[in-house]
């Protein structure tokens, strides 16, 4: 691994190591700061000025939701799509060695995001501000913010590195951002999400990329 290679590893382990702090962070203050019974049911929520605020701002927009569940799907196909690829790299190349680094990587990102959406499956930091009809949901942080963030920016970074300089090339890049920046939108407005989950979408997925793109340098 040549010097260079060896500096950029470095800073994206320190960015997704403050990164992740800062989630951390998020976690301790939606637990002690203006916690109030602001959800369904009573349940508690912190920060609750900003997101009531937000959350009457916003409204309900089922559409979104519905938008936005489908973006997840095309995310999770385009997911599927790598898994095969690297699938189709161990095949050709008869060797688990042989396969690249960084479909490795990118499987441990993958990984990664299932442990993180059990976890909070679990360990309930907030529930969502409405009742969709099964309950009280755990609504932090938001699965599809995070899912569509690692999985479009890490597909971002495979289009680069693997499509030669064209067209073809600036599409796949374009779709991924578009779609990403969309989903990420369309939750927001959609109002089944607290502002503060959003967030916490969004530094939990930028510090797992950080991990990614560290693992994936040769």
């Known amino acids: 691994m040549s010097n260079r290679s060896k500096k950029i590893k470095r800073a994206k382990l320190i960015n997704g190591t403050v990164l992740m702090a800062l989630f951390l962070l998020l976690i301790a203050a939606l ?18 000025s900003l997101n009531g ?10 559409t979104w939701y519905d938008v936005t569940g489908a973006l997840g799907m095309v995310s999770i196909a ?6 095969l690829f690297g699938l189709w790299q161990l095949i050709k ?18 990984i990664a995001m299932g442990i993180v959406y059990v976890l909070f499956e679990k360990a ?7 009742d969709m009809g099964a309950g009280l949901e755990p609504s932090f942080p938001s699965s599809h ?17 693997r499509i030669k ?3 073809l090339r600036g599409i796949a890049v374009l779709l991924c951002a578009v779609l990403m920046v969309v989903t990420v939108a369309g939750r927001v407005v959609s109002g089944i999400h607290w502002i503060t989950d959003i967030v916490g979408g969004i530094l ?9 793109r560290a693992a994936a340098i040769r």
Not at 78 to 83: L, Y
Not at 93 to 110: E, M, N
Not at 145 to 161: D, E, G, H
Not at 204 to 212: D, G, V
């Open 124 to 130: 309930v930091v907030n529930y969502r501000p409405i």
């Open 145 to 161: 913010t995070m899912l569509t963030c690692c999985i479009m920016s890490s597909a971002i970074w495979q289009f680069r590195r």
């Open 53 to 62: 605020a937000f959350h009457r701002l916003t409204g309900v927009n089922m």
């Open 78 to 83: 385009v997911a599927c799509g790598f898994s």
């Open 204 to 212: 939990i997925s930028a510090s797992l990329m950080a991990f990614y």
């Open 31 to 48: 637990k002690t700061i203006d916690v109030q019974p602001i959800g369904p049911q009573g349940s508690e929520v912190g920060f609750a």
């Open 165 to 167: 300089p064209g067209v």
């Open 93 to 110: 190349r008869r060797s688990l060695s042989r396969v690249d680094r960084d479909i490795y990587a990118l499987a441990g990102l993958y």
